[in-house]
Structures are given as C-alpha cells and as structure tokens.
C-alpha cells in the first residue's frame, strides 16, 4: 500500500504554528516522508517529544505520541522501546532540550545502544523562551542572553553521539532536504541508537541577532556554510559537515537483554 | 504451595512487585534503596521483565512513564535525594496518567544527609514534591509482610486509577529481617482497557469513575499522551475550561474513592484514653509502648496509618473522639502531625519527634505520654 506524508501529518492542523521561515516544518516533513518511503503503521511508531519549538512537533502527528518533560525525551523512550522492542520509537529534541538540559541522557542513550532514532533540530538557541544560547550555540554568536557574543564553545552534536557509542550518526541540514530525508530513513531503519543532527534555521532569534533577518539569508548561509567533505567540517568555525559520521554494526540493548532473561530463567526455573 | 521465607523489608518489596505483575524497573543506585534494585535485576529478567539502571533518577523516572505507557507495570526504588530529582517526573506520571509505583526508603536529610541512618522527613515530599496541584496516593509499611502486601496494592491502585503510587518506607523497616508469607490472597488488579472500536478511542475521555480507559503503545489503538495541558484526545488544548476540568478530574479521581484506598490498623483503641497516631517504624514502637502502658494501667490505643495520603481525616476523626489526648510520634520535627490536628477539633495533639537518626522507641514514647499526663 502506498503511502504518503499525510497518513502521519494531520492535514486539518496545518499551518505549522512555528514562525515564519522556521526550519521545522522541512524536518517534521522529512520524517513523515520517511515514514511513508518505509511503510511504517502508525500505531507501530512512538514519537516522543521533549519541551522547545521541536518538541511541538507531536502536535501534528497521527502516530502514537508521548510529549514529555524538558530534556527527557530520550528516558521516556528507553522505557517505551524497552519493554516492547518492536516499536519504531522516534525522538524528537531540540539543541536545548537534547543537548542542552538532556545531555547527560544523551550520551548514556548513545552508550546503551538502545534501538531509537533521535532527530535533533539544532538551530543553536532557545526559541521558544526567546532566544537564549544553547549548549550548541556556536562561539562568539549573539543571543538574548550573549549579548557580548558567547564565550562558550558549542558540542559538536555529531562527534558527541559518534564517541559516546551511537551505531549511526549523520548530519545535514534543512538546506539540505535530498540527504536530510536520505538519513531520516536510514537512521530509523539502523538497529541501534542512531541520531541525525539536523542544522535549522531561526530567522526570528538567532539569526536577528546574528545578521541574518530572514530566512532566505540563513538558507544562504547554510547552503555556504555547509560541506560535503566531513574532514573538512568544523562546528566551532560554523562550517558545518554533512554526510555520515557513524554507520556500525553492533548487537542493541534489547536483543543482548533476551541473553539475560535466558541466564535468569535458568537460575529461577 | 505458599512460600514462607525470612526476609529484609527492601527484598519483600521486590517480591510483592513481581507478585502484582511489575515487568519493568528504571532506577539508580542508593542507599538505603539499593536491595531493590539488586534483586529487581536479578529476577525481573526471569519473568520475562526488563531491568535497566539509568543514568540519574530523573532519566529513571522519565522511563518508568514510557514503559508504563507501552503497556509493562513499572516500578523504581530510591530515597529522598532520588525523589528530589523524580518529583519532576513523577509530576509526568500524573499528567499523562501513567500507573506506576515510586519506593521511597527514607533517610536522613536533608540533602546528602546521613545516608545510612532512618528518617520519616519525606511525608510532605511525598504529597507535595512535585510542582502543581494534583493527588498522591502513598502506602506505608510497618512489617516486612506489609512490604510485600501493600506493595501488591500499591500497583493495584496505581493500575485502578491510573496514577503514580509512593511506597513509602523507612531505613528501618526496609532493612530489618521477619517472616515474610509469599501469599496468593490479594487479588491483582490490571489497569481498565478500552472497549471502543479503535476509530472511537479517546485516550483521556473517563467516564464516571473519572479513570479513562488506557491503551498502550503497540494496540491496535493510537495513544496521544502529554505532560502540557491536554483535553480527551490528548491533543492540546489551552482554554481555561479545559485546564479547570482536567486538574480537577486529576484530583478527583483520586478523592472520590477514599473508601477504596485508605487503610488503616487498630490496635486496642476500643477504650483507649491515650491515642498514637503513627506510621512505618514509628507505628512499631508506638504498639510496643501501647502494651507497656497498658501493663501500668494507662489505656492507650494505636491507629497506624498504612494509606499516608489521602490522609485518612474520618478515621483519625473517629478513633480521636473518645480520646483524652493523641500523640504522633515521627521521626520528623512535625509533618503528619499538622494533618492530625487539621482534623481533631479541640484534642490536644503532642508531637514526639526525633532527628538525631536514631528511631523513636517505646521508652521515648512511654516517657512523653508520661510526661503530658504528670504521671511523673
């Protein structure tokens, strides 16, 4: 049966009440189409949802959704996929939420090898509380609490989850849309803790601030910030790499844990 | 074949979780909890169970509501510092109706405090801790086989009414050694599964019992849950008569059935001039005290509190009436026992509260009974 993005997006919500020229629109559209391409059954899939902008995303789905607290987005899924592994369970954080307040889940989630997909829309602030800087939010950028310029260096979101243990990583843009919904598809079909860094734009806070006052500039400036050289990246110089940072086989959580429930049965038979 | 075992307060936890049908346990290591997580590890697994031990107490908590959301009983154990980070998800539990039980094991405080050593200073934590109006129901136990007992009830009413459930024990009762009955007499209780064609289902509509029907991730019905305000469909919905009707269904579902989950044990309070009204360890020297005064001639009664809250305001109103004076022993400058007084009127009402971290004991109980009376 083929399908489309509306069988996961509810068309009756639509428009998208992000700001004018806000990236997210393109990322929750890639998913859907992601969605579609994999002929996924919306009552197999969980999205879950953190606190931000992205994390209102679950607004518009028809699949099962749990929208849960500030930077725990990733906890609640560990506890979904857990206990019924055969869920496609999909995470959906801000730079903020997963990065940010959720960063210590982050890591551990990419460590564990739990099966999910996490989808971050990294658009380097808080827009939803009005522009604050984030835990990515490249040095020297002006936010509305950085007003001389940040003196904190980012996370490089793609080399964090690649070093904390994630099976796959990649990273594009919402510039980027061909290779965006590439590594959505790919990232929710990997067994493992896959993630997918996806660089956003906010013309409303960030980029006011930062010289770019629409969406159209901040297009720009991904389109030339942006490499297909992954070598050639650097996310502290704001020059951004795409493509697959991660791509490994390795035994996830949930099928080394059917080895532990064989050793307990045998000891409590 | 009932099983009778000698065991600790924190290993019959366990076995009242697995006997209520827990399949799922998140948590983090710390004393004086960490039994429970040793033998939910052990055992969970051989029931076809998942055990995993989190990052920090926060990510524990957020995990208990995914599991308990996609359809597995979901339990956790810490102490106070552990619900200090859980109170913001356990808030989650609440808004998004996700049954599943929270063990606290006091210990001295506050923060790091005197990590070994019992405490009964969590009792308003429990009602309280998390941020915004809501209910709670928390269970307390006095014995190792209430352990396992209300344990089992515990995640009967978490299942009933869809809620998160404390279990609040103590140091001492979870660490002390008795006779435990592994028993099949509780009845298991499994939270109410939607009868609607799948089209029809709205995952936050109730009906009069004010518990919605709760299917989980993976049915053949879509589940939309949230911890922002939500109306039936779980979608939001930011109108003020909508939050009115949620917070209050909330509270409600929860205070409308007082006669289900209150309970509560007597002990010689027929005549009793001398009333204690105590919990957990607490309750176990104020029965001991209660056969010593009455050896020396002075009538005195015990009501043990195993429902903390909903506090049980009839009940203490009822065995308070024929009474000359209440004492609330705890191990606490004074929490319960302002609930205590909320609800006797006129009675005079003594504190006997200790925080030195050792436990109240029969003789620190019998020597203020005596000393409010002039008996000395």
Avoid at chain 1, 34 to 39: G, M, N, S, V
Avoid at chain 1, 113 to 120: E, G, H, M, S, W
Avoid at chain 2, 251 to 259: A, G, P, Q, V
Avoid at chain 2, 342 to 361: C, E
């Amino acid at each position: 049966m083929s399908r489309n993005i509306f069988d996961y997006i509810i068309e009756d919500r639509l428009p998208f009440f992000w700001c004018e020229g806000c990236g997210n629109g393109i990322i929750l559209k890639s998913i859907a189409q992601a969605f579609a391409d994999l002929e996924l059954d919306q009552k197999n899939i969980v999205v879950v949802t953190g606190i931000g902008c992205w994390g209102k995303a679950d607004d518009y789905l028809k699949t099962n959704c749990l929208h849960v607290t500030h930077g725990r987005a990733l906890a609640a899924a560990t506890g979904v996929k857990a206990v019924n592994p055969k869920l496609k369970v999909v995470v959906l954080m801000g730079d903020g939420d997963g990065l940010t307040i959720g960063g210590n889940h982050f890591i551990h989630a990419a460590r564990r090898n739990l099966d999910l997909t996490a989808i971050v829309s990294n658009n380097f602030n808080y827009g939803m509380t009005g522009g604050q800087y984030s835990g990515t939010t490249p040095e020297d950028s002006f936010t509305s609490t950085s007003r001389y310029g940040s003196i904190e260096p980012p996370f490089d979101v793609c080399e964090l989850a690649k070093s904390a243990g994630a099976s796959y990583v990649a990273r594009s843009t919402v510039y980027h849309v061909k290779p965006l919904e590439k590594y959505i598809k790919a990232a929710i079909s990997k067994k493992g803790f896959s993630l997918v860094d996806v660089i956003n734009i906010c013309p409303t806070h960030y980029g006011r601030l930062n010289n770019m006052k629409s969406s159209v500039e901040m297009m720009e400036w991904l389109k030339n910030s942006s490499t297909t050289k992954i070598e050639e990246g650097n996310i502290y110089e704001r020059k951004f790499a795409i493509g697959e940072f991660a791509d490994v086989e390795k035994l996830d959580f949930s099928t080394k844990y059917v080895e532990v429930q064989k050793k307990a049965k045998e000891k409590y038979k | 074949m009932t099983d009778v075992k000698f065991l600790q307060g924190n290993e019959a936890c366990v076995e009242g979780a697995l006997k209520a049908g827990a399949k799922f346990y998140a948590g983090y290591p710390i004393t004086p909890s960490s039994e429970i997580a040793e033998l939910a590890s052990r055992k969970l697994p051989a029931c076809d169970g998942v055990f995993i031990q989190m990052e920090d107490e926060l990510g524990s908590m957020a995990a208990l509501v995914g599991a308990s959301m996609a359809g597995a009983k979901a339990f956790t154990a810490t102490s106070g510092p552990g619900i200090s980070l859980m109170s913001e998800n356990i808030g989650l539990a609440i808004m998004t109706e996700a049954p599943c039980v929270v063990i606290n094991v006091q210990r001295s405080g506050p923060s790091t405090g005197l990590a070994t050593k019992p405490a009964q200073a969590d009792i308003m934590q429990a009602r309280w801790g998390t941020h915004g109006d809501h209910a709670m129901i928390a269970l307390y136990p006095t014995t190792v086989q209430e352990c396992y007992d209300l344990m089992i009830k515990a995640f009967n009413f978490a299942e009933r009414f869809r809620t998160p459930v404390f279990f609040l024990s103590d140091e001492t009762v979870g660490h002390m050694r008795e006779k435990l009955v592994l028993h099949d007499d509780i009845p298991i209780i499994d939270r109410p599964f939607p009868k609607v064609a799948p089209e029809d289902y709205k995952p936050y509509l109730a009906g009069e019992d004010k518990v919605p029907p709760m299917a989980h991730f993976g049915s053949e019905y879509l589940v939309h849950a949230s911890s922002s305000m939500h109306d039936e469909t779980g979608y939001p919905n930011n109108k003020p008569e909508n939050a009115d009707k949620v917070i209050r269904r909330l509270y409600d579902k929860i205070y409308d059935h007082l006669d289900e989950i209150i309970i509560t044990k007597e002990f010689n309070l027929q005549d009793a001039d001398v009333v204690f009204v105590a919990c957990g360890v607490s309750a176990r020297s104020s029965r001991e005290a209660v056969q010593i005064l009455r050896q020396e001639g002075i009538k005195a009664g015990l009501l043990q509190l195993n429902t903390v809250w909903p506090f049980a305001d009839e009940k203490v109103k009822e065995v308070a009436k024929n009474a000359e004076m209440i004492f609330v022993p705890e191990m606490n400058l004074g929490q319960m026992i302002n609930e205590v007084k909320r609800v006797v009127g006129d009675k005079p009402v003594y504190g006997i509260n200790k925080v030195d971290s050792t436990i109240i004991t029969p003789y620190d109980i019998i020597e203020k009974v005596k000393g409010v009376r002039g008996d000395v």
